[in-house]
């Protein structure tokens, strides 16, 4: 084992860069928050105050996660991944709220929170694809279960999340030199299946009417969120004096708040936002290239593209490329399971980071 | 195993991505721009508010108190009625909803509204519905909610009832605008932000629903209110009434009354009744104008137990009797309170001025030799009389003598008890300032010379300008059993306010129950309202009043009752507005409250002894 003294923040050392990445995105977070409120009041309807308090329990989330090394969390991933199933077909037996099953209400105790397992359960299925992917062993049983897990968040119904693990599992399995020829004819027996569901009214109507408003071209919140990218104009409202119009977006804070930042902070905004984020790319993906151990090199992948996908279809929504899918934009969107569980994602990579010896 | 490679392929083809979206916004950012914003300009959003289910209300037994109730409203969209089609609409209309008149129709049809309303479904066939659903893409359903008040009448002045809000209301409650209704009284109104839920929205676009959100109901209330208890006072109440009517001849009917009955420890209320109540009912599907204009002529609308101002009378000795003890005040020659004093039914006094008074008590012949105890227990005036002379000669034209109005403050006269209800009054503790105010702003009402002793002679007994309402003399002996003046509250989780602490010691506490129970028992004024009970009068106590009014107006009948000496429970508070004697009207009103309380058989109201 690696001696590891180096203890700048938290017990085992934290990577300086991946902490302070954090903190940026939360910050921009809050000042694009910060412009939707009309009060600021210490209160926990105040959507802000919100904010700030799940950043930073993320941030204790964040630093508790790199606690775990990564010879522990490897044993712990098939209980993780059977508790994550568990917790999804638990839903099941839960009260649908806006016609869905994805949520557990902890109004009952105490917490004025819904939590939403399946931003937990990505994570598990990041790991445990990266595990079954390191491994020399028959991947039989270890794809079922996969397919297993996608298939209890499709049925929530879950469409976009399904989708984004889709592509997470294609891409894995794609960069580890499976043949292509296989990875083309799953994929075509996912889209498949999915057209059949959909064939046979298995979707709920929720669904359907997000789908077909789609394919008639008039979904009025991915209109009114262009509309919202297009006010901001080169250089944001935020810091101008200039008062153009308010422009109504359905759930601007939570899906749509790429909408409302670009609103804010124009495009020259929106170029630092994915440029902090290509540089953390570049610079995880460093540590892909250096490290020996091949199931990290699978995590980090795994997790990068987790992350990437997540971006991207959050994008496509807003801009109205592909149908209303409820993907939030990573520590950008409001919502306490998103923070948390890209909080569980950095600690990770941080944890990847301190094993290498690689600090600042 | 891991490709690297293809990894990195991966990643150019997330940065092709980014660049391809990054063009996009670019685009929409720059030569979008101009256009983008004429379109905002331009883009018509319209909200409709859907009302939000009030929380419910519940007695102490979790008996529903006030309901709501979603009914399901049939609404048309006008914006998609046009000159074409509006005859085509008008026909369904008539033909589904026979019972709406051409004026109704006609209203529908000229309305500028988004929605609007056309019938209530909930008595309506599911078939009708759903035809008028699938067919005519017009008509929407709304869930609306529907207040009702299940026990009528009983719970009037407590919950009190909902109307249209006013521009005071839509300013002061910020979910009144979309809601449509508002508290207008009671529990109704104190409460109302916590009530009232956040109502819903349906964004249009045109004719077009874009976006909704849904009503949050809001909170529930839970009272500490018995309905049982609350209707054998409201019945009680009635009954006095009714024999004041019998007993005296008044030239107006008595009607008006309110009983109040306190818990002793936590203050709650347990019931509260004030007469002629009404039926809230009838504002929520909207009350006729002579309706309301009789209830209003009648004071129907007033809750007379925190909104009725009246003399208190004798109930208010029990002031100058803790004062007496606590200073040490007691009539000219007398040294405590046990010791003896001959009153010969007239008090005659001079004062400084040289002029010369004779004051006679309710008791042409007298008490005889009377102690503390016996003056509360006979309701002797001369007794107090001579306390105020005495407080006037010791501490007259100095800062001193306004102790007793110190003393009436500390047990909250003229000040708000604070209870969870609005528009509560505080009446009058009178004063020399008072007056010197009065000389300027009422003139006519006070003399020339402004405060004088006679007023404070007055005062002690509860008479001349004083005024209080029930609630405040409830709170006021609960203060001098408690040494704690707190808000009384109907809301189970309501804060309390402590409103001021008082230094009452166990003897005095004991002292003031033992000479509470003399009333009730043989001697006592109230003897002949509660010798029906027998033996099981020995353990109750109370105070009786009968105050003067100016006019023709027939005196003001009072009664504080305490349910049990050795165990006090509750303190009951009961006024019939020109009742007359309090140990004849008022005393066996509460007595029969006193009998539900203490779980004995209830016997009418009969009229009880004329004394004071």
């Not at chain 1, 839960?94 to 939403?116: A, K, M, N």
């Amino acid at each position: 084992m690696i001696n590891r003294k180096i203890t700048i923040l938290g017990p085992e050392g934290t990577n300086l860069y991946i902490l302070l990445q954090f903190m940026i995105f939360s910050v921009i977070s809050w000042f694009t928050l910060f412009s939707s409120i009309e009060s600021i009041e210490f209160e926990t309807s105040n959507i802000l105050t919100r904010q700030i308090v799940f950043s930073l329990v993320g941030l204790i989330v964040f630093f508790l996660t790199t606690y775990l090394s990564i010879e522990n969390l490897y044993n712990l991933i098939n209980a993780l991944f059977l508790l994550s199933i568990s917790v999804l077909i638990g839903l099941l037996f839960t009260t649908p709220i806006l016609g869905v099953r994805r949520w557990y209400d902890l109004e009952p105790v105490g917490l004025p929170i819904f939590i939403q397992p399946s931003e937990f359960s990505k994570i598990v299925l990041v790991l445990f694809i990266a595990k079954i992917l390191s491994q020399k062993s028959n991947k039989l049983i270890a794809i079922s279960g996969v397919l297993i897990n996608l298939f209890l968040i499709f049925i929530q119904p879950d469409f976009g999340t399904t989708m984004l693990l889709l592509i997470v599992t294609s891409l894995m399995f794609f960069v580890s030199d499976i043949k292509l020829r296989i990875a083309v004819s799953g994929l075509l027996v996912f889209f498949l299946s999915f057209f059949i569901l959909l064939e046979f009214n298995l979707l709920g109507d929720y669904q359907i009417s997000r789908i077909t408003d789609f394919f008639s071209g008039e979904d009025f919140s991915q209109r009114q969120s262009r509309l919202s990218i297009s006010s901001g104009g080169l250089f944001g409202i935020y810091f101008s004096e200039s008062q153009i119009s308010e422009v109504f977006v359905p759930v601007q804070t939570t899906d749509f708040i790429f909408s409302l930042f670009s609103r804010n902070f124009g495009f020259f905004g929106g170029l630092l936002l994915t440029s902090l984020w290509i540089v953390f790319f570049f610079r995880v993906n460093r540590i892909i290239k250096r490290t020996e151990i091949v199931f990290e090199k699978y995590l980090l992948s795994g997790l990068l593209i987790l992350l990437g996908a997540q971006i991207f279809i959050n994008l496509f929504t807003i801009l109205g490329f592909i149908p209303l899918t409820g993907i939030p934009f990573p520590l950008l969107s409001l919502g306490g399971s998103s923070i948390f569980s890209t909080a569980i994602i950095f600690g990770l990579i941080n944890r990847v980071f301190i094993e290498n010896n690689i600090v600042v | 195993m891991f490709n690297q490679k293809r990894l990195e392929f991966t990643f150019i083809a997330f940065f092709i991505l980014l660049a391809f979206v990054l063009t996009d916004i670019f685009q929409l950012q720059t030569r979008e721009f101009e256009s983008t914003s004429q379109i905002i300009d331009q883009q018509n959003l319209d909200k409709f508010y859907i009302p939000a289910p009030r929380g419910e209300i519940f007695d102490a037994n979790g008996e529903k108190i006030a309901e709501t109730k979603l009914e399901p409203h049939l609404y048309i969209n006008m914006r998609k009625i046009t000159n074409q089609n509006a005859s085509d609409y008008r026909q369904i209309i008539q033909y589904n909803f026979p019972e709406l008149t051409t004026k109704e129709i006609n209203e529908i049809f000229e309305s500028k509204d988004i929605l609007h309303f056309v019938a209530n479904l909930s008595s309506v066939e599911y078939e009708v519905r759903n035809n008028l659903l699938k067919n005519y893409d017009v008509f929407i359903i709304i869930d609306i909610p529907i207040r009702k008040y299940i026990k009528n009448e009983l719970f009037s002045h407590t919950v009190g009832y909902l109307g249209i809000p006013n521009q005071d209301e839509f300013n002061k409650f910020q979910n009144a605008l979309g809601n449509n209704l508002v508290g207008k009284n009671g529990l109704e109104r104190y409460y109302e932000e916590y009530l009232s839920g956040i109502p819903g929205e349906l964004i249009f676009l045109g004719s077009k629903i874009v976006d909704s959100k849904q009503p949050i109901p809001g909170e529930d209330l839970f009272l500490s209110i018995d309905s049982l208890t609350q209707t054998v006072t409201k019945e009680s109440l009635q009954q006095g009434l009714d024999l004041a009517n019998k007993s005296f001849e008044s030239q107006n009917e008595i009607k008006k009354g309110a009983s109040v009955v306190l818990d002793i420890e936590t203050g709650n209320i347990v019931s509260m009744v004030s007469l002629p109540d009404f039926d809230p009912n009838k504002f929520v599907s909207g009350i006729s104008d002579f309706e309301y204009k009789q209830l209003d002529r009648d004071q129907a609308f007033n809750n007379f137990a925190i909104q009725g101002l009246y003399p208190p009378g004798s109930v208010f000795k029990v002031v100058a009797y803790w004062l007496a003890l606590s200073e040490n005040i007691f009539p000219e020659g007398l040294s405590n309170k046990d010791s003896k004093f001959d009153c010969e039914g007239s008090l005659s006094f001079g004062f400084d001025d040289g002029s010369q008074q004779v004051y006679n008590d309710w008791k042409f012949e007298g008490h005889g030799k009377v102690d503390l105890t016996d003056a509360i227990k006979q309701s002797c005036n001369v007794y107090f009389w001579d306390i105020a002379l005495n407080i006037w000669r010791n501490f007259g034209n100095t800062d001193g003598e306004s102790i007793l109005q110190e003393y009436s403050k500390e047990l909250g006269f003229s000040e708000k008890t604070n209870v969870d209800l609005p528009f509560e009054k505080v009446g009058i503790i009178p004063d020399r300032d008072l007056f010197e105010e009065w000389k300027i702003s009422r003139p006519g009402l006070v003399r020339e010379e402004g405060w004088l002793g006679g007023d404070l002679m007055n005062l002690i007994i509860g008479q001349g300008a004083i005024t209080t309402t029930p609630l405040q003399v409830a709170n006021a002996y609960r203060t001098l059993l408690t040494g704690e003046n707190q808000s009384p509250t109907l809301n189970i989780n309501a804060e309390k306010i402590t409103n001021n602490k008082i230094n009452v010691s166990d003897e005095f506490i004991s002292f003031l129950l033992k000479d509470l129970n003399t009333v009730t028992n043989k001697g006592g004024t109230a003897y002949v309202s509660f010798s029906i009970l027998g033996n099981k009068a020995n353990d109750i106590g109370g105070k009786t009043g009968t105050a003067q009014n100016a006019g023709d107006k027939n005196n003001t009948s009072w009664f504080v009752g305490v349910d049990s000496i050795s165990n006090p429970k509750y303190i009951i508070v009961t006024v019939v507005d020109e009742g007359g004697s309090g140990s004849a009207v008022a005393a066996p009103v509460s007595r029969r409250i006193i009998q539900h309380l203490l779980e004995y058989a209830l016997t009418p109201v009969e009229f009880g002894e004329i004394t004071e």
